[in-house]
Each structure stands twice: as C-alpha cells, then as structure tokens.
C-alpha cells in the first residue's frame, strides 16, 4: 500500500488536466473563498497534492503566491503546462525538507488525503506540514466523506461498487469521475471523521472548524444527493 498512487499515469493526468470546477466538484470549491478569508491572514501558501494545478490556480485567483506540490510527475508536468509561470516541485512521499519552516500562512490540501494509504502516512504528513506553517497559520484540508463512496452524485458513481458499503475506515474504496473522459475507477482511501481527528490531534494540529457544505435546489448544477448529504468535508487546522 505504500507506493499506492492512482495519480502516477499518464492518461489520468491528462483526463484531470482538463477538469475545472463542475457539479460536485463547484461544491467543494464554492465556499472556499470565504472559508479562506475567514481564517487566513497572508499570502504565502503551498498547495499540497497540486495534481495538474486547478487547486493553486484557483489559490493564485485570490492573490496567493503559491507553490505547488506533488509525489506525481505526471500530473506535476500537466500543471506546468498549463501554467506556465507557477512554481510546481515534485516531492518525494512525506519529504518537505526543501520547504522553510514556520514560514507558510495556508497550506491547502484539496482531496489529497484521500489517496493518502495509512494512517502513519497521514500522521507524518500532517505533522510536516505544521512545522511549515507560521503561528497563525492554517492548513485547510479538504477530503471526500465517507459518504461520497456510497452514493451517486452529478460528478461521480458509485452504483458498479457495492462493496464500498462494507469498507472500513482505512480500506481501499473506488469511485468513477464521471467528469473526465478516464472512466477508469479511481481508488481511494476511506477514512472516518473520527480517525481524521484523531490523527490531527496526534500531530499536534488543533481543529479550528469544521466545514461540510451542502447544495442548494437554486444552484445550476444537476445535483443527485449533494442537497441532502455533504460530499465534502473541509477541516481548518492550525498548529498547537
Ligand atoms: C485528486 S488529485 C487533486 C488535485 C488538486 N488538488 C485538485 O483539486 O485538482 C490528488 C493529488 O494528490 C497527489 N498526492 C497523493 N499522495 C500524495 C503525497 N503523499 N504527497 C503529495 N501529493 C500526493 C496525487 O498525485 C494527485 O495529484
């Protein structure tokens, strides 16, 4: 499980290139602005788990000066590409050694955790990132619900895996983006709220609040559940 990336492919990271911010995924990103400005001073920010760079473009929007981060070369060579000024580094799993610390005010993290294997994994991440961040600094972490696994939703299905129902906290689940022409099941790590927590306390991150955003009947999207159930969770962490 270690070396487990679905993201380390050339066709997945060409697919995702073109991703922007439809149904589901206009969820996720709609109520960031405000979440950001809530909680975040400055404008220093790293991106953690760039991919292809939707997630540090969209940063960059907002006057961030970002850099983007990733263990995948291939979706690391696609956010070049596309943006062709933006300072993107590939990193080795865990290894921030060429960042300084106490020297971030965000550290976003938009669906990486998801594809992050285990927990110790996650433990050692987490607590690497909060060495970077400033005192007042904050991690935004946004990850899938358990929820999403089991669920049919205007970006993604589920339907072909009813083997998601069973899955534990820590189990391999999968998931279609039926936004990209790569149709191919991703497979993602489940994790509980609980365990979330629990490994941002043991990394010695302080939960400041917890988002988990719901659509709106109003909204021009062809919403399937995300007016009932939040596909979503945003976690704001600052360091203890
Ligand atoms: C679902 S994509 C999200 C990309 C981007 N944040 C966005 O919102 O479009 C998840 C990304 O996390 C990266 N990733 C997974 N594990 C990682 C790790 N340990 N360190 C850095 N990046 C990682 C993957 O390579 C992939 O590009």
Not at 146 to 165: H, L, M, Q, V
Request: charged share 30%.
């Amino acid at each position: 499980m270690e070396s487990f990336n679905a993201y380390e492919d050339t066709t997945r990271a060409a697919a995702y290139a073109k991703l922007e911010f439809p149904g589901t995924y206009y969820l996720a990103y709609r109520d960031l602005p405000e979440i950001i400005s809530e909680h975040v001073r400055g404008k220093k920010a790293i991106d953690f788990g760039c991919g292809t760079g939707r997630s540090t473009r969209f940063l960059q929007k907002y006057a961030f000066d970002t850099v983007g981060v990733d263990i995948s070369g291939e979706m690391l060579e696609k956010a070049r590409e596309i943006d062709t000024h933006g300072d993107y580094r590939l990193i080795e799993d865990g290894n921030f050694g060429q960042f300084e610390d106490n020297a971030y005010d965000l550290i976003l993290s938009a669906f990486t955790f998801d594809n992050i294997p285990t927990m110790e994994k996650k433990f050692t991440i987490l607590r690497a990132m909060g060495r970077l961040l400033k005192r007042e600094g904050r991690i935004v972490n946004m990850v899938s619900a358990p929820e999403i696994y089991t669920n049919e939703w205007a970006s993604f299905s589920t339907k072909d895996f009813p083997e998601n129902k069973y899955a534990k906290s820590g189990d391999i689940v999968k998931i279609i983006q039926t936004d990209i022409e790569d149709k191919r099941p991703v497979e993602d790590i489940i994790c509980s709220d609980e365990d979330y927590q629990d490994v941002f306390k043991r990394a010695g991150l302080g939960l400041v609040k917890v988002y988990k955003p719901l659509a709106r009947e109003t909204e021009p999207h062809p919403w399937v559940n995300e007016t009932r159930i939040p596909p979503w969770v945003i976690y704001v962490l600052k360091k203890r």
